[in-house]
Nanobody, 121 residues
Framework: QVQVVESGGGLVQAGGSLRLSCAAS????????MGWFRQAPGKEREFVAF????????SYVDSVKGRFTISRDNAKNTVYLQMNSLKPEDTAVYYC??????????????WGQGTQVTVSS
């Protein structure tokens, strides 16, 4: 079972940047598509981005295209999310998970604490 710990969040002004990290343990993530999700207050958790096992395939929700970049380092068992040109509507708790397309894998239950991203206007 993959376990994850997210980090790198913080408070940033609109237009700023943050780089989130997702450190996995328990199993190697090299065989998994990995993704980022976020949950804003009062809203359901939503898909943000995923990256294929080799890094060759990526996908993003329309609202972050051109601003966010997902990447991975399988040797470090870590996935990253570079977030540029941040907007107040990006404010949320960000989580990572193994994915099946735009959904978390059905057999994944070990959600981390997430990392809070707050963007001020």
């Amino acid at each position: 079972q993959v376990q994850v710990v997210e980090s790198g969040g913080g408070l940033v002004q609109a237009g700023g940047s943050l780089r989130l990290s997702c450190a996995a343990s328990g199993r190697t993530i090299s065989a998994y598509t990995m993704g980022w999700f976020r949950q804003a207050p009062g809203k359901e958790r939503e898909f943000v981005a995923f990256i294929g096992w080799s890094g060759g395939v990526t996908s993003y929700v329309d609202s972050v295209k051109g601003r966010f970049t997902i990447s991975r380092d399988n040797a470090k068992n870590t996935v990253y999310l570079q977030m540029n040109s941040l907007k107040p509507e990006d404010t949320a708790v960000y989580y990572c998970a193994p994915t099946q397309g735009v959904r978390p894998r059905a057999d994944f239950h070990s959600w981390g604490q997430g990392t809070q991203v707050t963007v001020s206007s």
